[in-house]
């Protein structure tokens, strides 16, 4: 895993246009089904791969609950602990299935000043080996300075 930030970002340090590190994560499908279960998604193609090959997919997959805590993951592990999530707006593309690597990008795309706070709106990628797996915006408030 890379991406992971000890500290705070400052929101005096970010600018628009900034990339985030990539992070990957290793699809196994213990990981499949334990994020499906986590979220209480008891959905059959989350976990029982000839149900979902029944059903046409090639194997079990991703659920949409562990795409938005994922991306949300990704930005925040970049952010740091003081970041707050302020909205996570996000649209699935191909399957990411079991067996596969899911690899995040995402850079700064706009600052926005709310009630005081430092926003800003990350864009966010998340590609499979079939393509653009989930995609959208992370909007999260940042501290002028950390302590």
Known sequence: MTGTSPSTVPASQ?????????LSIEVTPTF???TALATRDFQDVH????LAQQ??????FLNILTDTGLVQRFVT???????????VNIRLGVPCY????????????????????HRFVIE?????????????TVQIALPEVTA
């Open 47 to 50: 976990h029982d791969r000839d």
């Open 14 to 22: 970010v600018s628009i246009g900034t990339e985030l590190p990539q």
């Open 124 to 136: 966010v990628s998340g590609q499979s080996s079939l393509g653009e797996h989930v995609a959208g």
């Open 77 to 87: 592990d970049w952010a740091g602990p003081e970041a707050l999530v302020r909205s």
């Open 98 to 117: 079991a067996h596969d690597t899911l690899t995040f990008s995402g850079r700064v795309a706009d600052r926005v000043e709310v009630d005081g706070e």
């Open 32 to 34: 499949v089904i334990s």
């Open 55 to 60: 059903r046409g997919s090639k194997d079990i």
